[in-house]
């Protein structure tokens, strides 16, 4: 059997923290894992730990910030001041439980964690969601905490080269997209929600996006086009979906109701069950303004038979095919991402065509079950690759 200590941010659950655990759920019983949980946290991951029966361990796992703003201060501060903590609950994780290969899903956690890994003669898997940037100081980073780490899953292809540019060897990366549960994920369950199109009575066209309350998702960007879209006077509505940040939200709200489009776009909040946001809508958009590892939610709803809008932005551009299971357009441009909504808005038949092409391209290029058997065997292969040394 095969013992994986796992490390990744579970203070919050988004895209990276699901992903992990939908693969660990999947883990053949060759495979025994144990997580390592912040004691920062909203209690979520823990909580679906505890759902599927993967036993964990609270320390304080912080994190660094080269940023000078108080909140970031704050919290390198109360990282620096836990870190000897850190360290012996870590290590005493180790003795106890003697993981054969350790696993981490975020290049934070392994800066932290280096000192001690170093020491250590256990193989380590980083599984990269969104790498840094290749600038000089990231490049210095990354010669320090890379030398704790054996081999790396990239997410995508823009993964994989944001990688190399850090001046990683190519021969330690192995590309392996994020999976989908397609039973879970059914263009069968549709009608989950209760504000689809049809259902609302008035047979508006739904647009929507959802994900992380961040400038950098594009929610700017999203508004703007709504706005120019209903100078058209087409019937359609907008919903932007999402676990609320203040002031982000107010923001955004007063923005709505300044250009008098407030009782076009409703902010319907976090659902938990996110198949109900997909399914009270008719097309989803990912205005994305940076470098997605993945856009997982592109994914998600193509395999709930939408099809999609999506900015040009890193892996995002990978899941979607361009005319085929949806429209590219570029970052941060309003008037591009306007006329794409427009264009399957007016096409009823072509959101249709578009929905069916998604879904079957889920099932031949982002089927979880493949995936999880694929990362299972990357793991082995890590943990024998390393005995061998």
């Not at 994989?160 to 392996?176: H, P, Q, V, Y």
């Not at 879209?229 to 609320?244: E, M, Y």
């Not at 932005?313 to 570029?330: F, H, M, N, P, Q």
Request: proline share 4%; charged share 25%; with cysteine.
């Amino acid at each position: 059997m095969l013992k994986v200590l796992a490390i990744l941010p579970t203070g919050r659950v988004f895209g990276l923290q699901i992903m992990t655990l939908r693969l660990f759920e999947r883990l053949s019983g060759k495979i025994k894992s144990h997580f390592l949980v912040t004691r920062w946290t909203d209690g979520e991951f823990s909580r679906r730990l505890d759902e599927l029966r993967i036993p964990y361990t609270y320390s304080w796992l912080g994190m660094f910030s080269r940023k000078l703003d108080w909140i970031n201060l704050y919290m390198t501060m109360h990282c620096l001041a836990r870190l000897p903590r850190l360290y012996r609950d870590f290590v005493k994780l180790v003795k106890s439980y003697r993981p054969d290969i350790i696993y981490t899903a975020n290049h934070h956690e392994l800066i932290l964690l280096t000192p001690i890994l170093s020491l250590l003669d256990i193989p380590v898997l980083c599984h990269m969601h969104d790498p840094p940037p290749a600038i000089c100081f990231q490049r210095g980073m990354v010669r320090f905490w890379g030398r704790a780490v054996d081999h790396y899953i990239a997410i995508s292809s823009s993964v994989f080269d944001r990688l190399a540019s850090l001046g990683i060897e190519e021969k330690k990366i192995t590309m392996l997209h994020n999976g989908i549960d397609l039973g879970y994920f059914s263009d069968h369950k549709r009608g989950l929600g209760d504000h689809s199109a049809a259902e609302k009575g008035n047979d508006s066209v739904v647009v929507g996006m959802t994900g992380q309350m961040l400038e950098n998702k594009g929610h700017w960007d999203f508004l703007e086009a709504a706005r120019l879209v209903h100078q058209d006077h087409l019937n359609v509505r907008f919903v932007i979906g999402g676990k609320p940040t203040e002031p982000y939200l107010s923001r955004l709200r007063d923005y709505t109701i300044k250009h008098h489009v407030d009782e076009r776009i409703t902010f319907s909040g976090w659902e938990p069950d996110v198949r109900r946001f997909y399914s009270t809508i008719d097309v989803l958009v990912l205005p994305s303004r940076h470098e997605e590892g993945f856009g997982l939610v592109t994914a998600e709803a193509m395999a709930m038979g939408l099809p999609v809008i999506a900015t040009r932005s890193g892996g995002a551009g990978e899941v979607v095919e361009d005319g085929k299971t949806g429209i590219l357009v570029e970052k941060q441009n309003p008037q591009e991402l306007a006329e794409a909504i427009r264009c399957l808005v007016k096409s009823p038949d072509r959101r249709v065509s578009m929905g069916k092409a998604g879904r079957q391209r889920v099932e031949e290029c982002f089927d979880l079950s493949k995936q999880a058997a694929e990362f299972e065997a990357i793991l082995e292969s890590v943990a024998d690759s390393h005995k061998e040394r």
